[in-house]
């Protein structure tokens, strides 16, 4: 008996000393719900406090965005939203999706990704680039794999062809690479699905779970960059972690896309979509019948 005090004594003080570390803004639009429950992930490029976007400039942006819905019937789906999209921002017109972030923060772009996809966020999650550093460093690693050999200066991603064992660091540049692949944002978001699925089976390894000292280290490095809508404290922030992982474990699902290099008057070139075909993804994600291509085994 006294043990499982212990336990849950523990358990409830990392839980609420993690809480407190956590920043919160207003960031949901106050739409009408839709059915189930869905997450905003955002990848920020704020660094330390600082926006710094990938060229070193000035300027917040989201590197990486990401979809997660759970369905009324339990079907779960993660979905990768290329940066480049072209959407209409409201209030702005047409430009890629990462500038809503970077006119409007967390609240500008989930009223951006809400009108894109038809789909009522209910909790948005932001993650510092920093952030996915320490949380890979705190759980030791992640298995990532890549289907040819990469020296990127530009992110700073070095590996051989196959899977390994990263640390912090590469893990990092392996989210945030493109300039080294043709398919550009194409590749970085089956990438960036590869690292979510990644982290989620180590995080729940017996190796992570029965290891205070992983705990701590965990709860410190994901609190300590996390920056949440209201009420999404660190207990929806493990709900929305199991979620992601049994998603990933149904298979993934890739946005349908007309051209990947469309060119624009304002914004270079950006990923054109088609609206009848957006809608109907989108509408089959809502209602839980939406069929994800077979799980990754690499």
Known sequence: MLVLVVVVGWGAGLVLWADSRIEHVDALSGAEDTPGTTYLIAGSDRRGGEAVNEDGTEGARTDTIMLLHKAPGGNSYLVSLPRDTLVDIPGHGGYKLNAAYSFGGAPLL??????????????????????????????????????????????????????????????????????????????????????????????????????????????????????????????????????????????????????PSYQTQNSGVAVLTDDADIAQFFGSIADGSAEPSAPDEG
């Open 110 to 259: 989930v009223e951006t990704v809400e009108e894109f996809t038809g789909l009522t966020i209910d909790h948005y999650v932001e993650i510092g680039f920093d952030g996915v550093s320490g949380m890979v460093d705190a759980v030791d690693h992640v298995n990532l794999c890549i289907d040819q050999d990469v020296d990127d200066e530009k992110s700073g991603l070095k590996m051989d062809e196959g899977c390994h064992d990263v640390g912090g660091e590469q893990a990092l540049a392996f989210v945030r690479a493109r300039y080294f692949d043709p398919t550009a944002d194409i590749g970085r978001q089956q990438r960036q699905q590869q690292f979510v699925s990644s982290l989620m089976n180590r995080v729940s390894s017996p190796g992570v779970l029965l290891n205070p000292i992983s705990q701590v280290k965990l709860a410190g490095a994901g609190s300590d960059s996390l920056v949440t809508s209201e009420g999404t404290g660190i207990f929806r922030v493990g709900r929305m972690a199991l979620t992601a992982r049994s998603a990933m474990g149904s298979g993934t699902m890739v946005m349908p896309i007309e051209d």
